[in-house]
Nanobody, 118 residues
Framework: QEQLVESGGGEVQSGGSLKISCVASGIGSGLIIRVMGWYRQAPGKQRELVATTMGTGITEYKPSLKDRFTISRDVPRSTVYLQMDDLKLEDTAVYYC??????????WGQGTQVTVSS
């Protein structure tokens, strides 16, 4: 059974940096990971795209985050990272890892809380 485990969340002061990671395991036999990504959900708001990365190396970002956030992927370790710099109060949210496999199924992690304080 596929499992996504996020880590690295926590509290950081405004202007600080944080790097979160997500490891995917239990990928079904014969399946490959097509896309790994990060989404976030702030209190009272809908879940939104932060960034995604494909096996080809193509990345996509929420435009307003592109200058401060960097997504990267360790393919052999089925791990995706999100480096977040110059964090702002509005970046406070639960950050979710997602994985799209070649069978068209998207899986989600349990989420990791990122809190930016003033």
């Amino acid at each position: 059974q596929e499992q996504l485990v996020e880590s690295g969340g926590g509290e950081v002061q405004s202007g600080g940096s944080l790097k979160i990671s997500c490891v995917a395991s239990g990928i079904g036999s014969g399946l490959i990971i097509r896309v790994m990504g990060w989404y976030r959900q702030a209190p009272g708001k809908q879940r939104e795209l932060v960034a995604t990365t494909m096996g080809t190396g193509i990345t996509e970002y929420k435009p307003s985050l592109k200058d401060r956030f960097t997504i990267s992927r360790d393919v052999p370790r089925s791990t995706v990272y999100l480096q977040m710099d110059d964090l702002k109060l509005e970046d406070t949210a639960v950050y979710y890892c997602s994985v799209l496999t070649s069978d068209g199924i998207t899986s989600w992690g349990q989420g990791t809380q990122v809190t930016v304080s003033s």
